[in-house]
């Protein structure tokens, strides 16, 4: 059942919330959230940044090796380590300044550009790279 302060629109984080510890242990989980995204993502670079040298053996036993296919996933798996790394630091900043927030019972505010919306757009244009990646790659071979 949804409160009458929700249903009313008050902000999440009013002074009747701050005392409630479910609203810290909300906090915790989404900064959890987002430490489980950036070590994902940090993963997943390195995983993608190392492919280059599996393509660099295949490409070894059968031609010569192209240094370009390790190069850009070398690249590639860079900035996604980075932005793995930045979701780490960026997470454990605004959890600071949320829970600092809930301690001075004052509101908590949200914006339409968040953080997500930042992450999102970043892998976004992460993916692109990559799409253009393969399909020159494909046109080359």
């Known amino acids: 059942m949804v409160s009458k302060d ?9 002074v009747d919330d701050a005392a409630d510890p479910r609203v810290y242990f909300a906090a915790e989980r989404t900064l959890l959230a987002w430490v489980r995204t ?3 993502l940090m ?9 280059g040298l599996f393509l660099r053996e295949i ?7 192209s240094p370009r296919e390790s190069e850009v996933s070398l690249w590639i798996g ?3 380590v980075i932005v793995g790394m930045a979701v780490n630091l ?4 605004t959890h600071w300044h949320t829970v ?10 949200f914006r339409p550009l968040s953080f997500g919306v930042m992450v999102a757009l970043a892998l976004s244009l992460i993916g692109l790279v ?11 071979t």
Request: proline share 4%; hydrophobic share 55%.
């Open 130 to 140: 990559m799409v253009v990646y393969l399909l020159l790659g494909l046109h080359t």
């Open 6 to 14: 929700i249903a009313k629109g008050a902000n999440v984080g009013t």
């Open 38 to 40: 950036g070590l994902a």
């Open 100 to 109: 600092r927030r809930l301690d001075r019972n004052q509101p908590l505010h």
């Open 78 to 80: 860079a900035a996604l």
């Open 43 to 51: 993963g997943f670079g390195f995983v993608v940044a190392r492919f």
């Open 90 to 93: 960026f997470a454990a900043a």
């Open 59 to 65: 490409a070894g036993s059968h031609a010569e090796p």
